[in-house]
């Protein structure tokens, strides 16, 4: 079973920047489209980014522009950079597979604020 762990969140201000990583334990992690979700208080969990296990990416309109994500199948990594960040960017943040299929980890909290 794959087990994933967020980290790299923190507080920040407006149009700062932040890296999200998740760290993905089991050899099958390869063979996953893999997303970043995030969640705001009292909101559903949303996708905000894809990447295929070939490195194909889709965002979601509210990010496009200024969220990359990466991964790295080699170590089983998968990353979130996000730039200008907003304060409507506060959410904690989790990965999962594009189906959302796997356990969810403990996310880590993104919070832009001044």
């Known amino acids: 079973q794959v087990q994933l762990v967020e980290s790299g969140g923190g507080l920040v201000q407006p149009g700062g920047s932040l890296r999200l990583s998740c760290a993905a334990s089991g050899s099958i992690f390869s063979f996953y489209a893999m997303g970043w979700y995030r969640q705001a208080p009292g909101k559903q969990r949303d996708l905000v980014a894809r990447?295929?296990?070939?490195?194909?990416?889709n965002y979601a309109d509210s990010v496009k522009g200024r969220f990359t994500i990466s991964r790295d199948n080699a170590k089983n990594m998968v990353y979130l950079q996000m730039n200008s960040l907003k304060p409507e960017d506060t959410a904690v943040y989790y990965c999962?597979?594009?189906?959302?299929?796997?356990?969810w980890g403990q996310g880590t909290q993104v919070t832009v604020s001044s």
């Open positions: 999962n597979t594009y189906l959302g299929n796997l356990p």
């Open positions: 990447i295929t296990n070939g490195g194909s990416t």
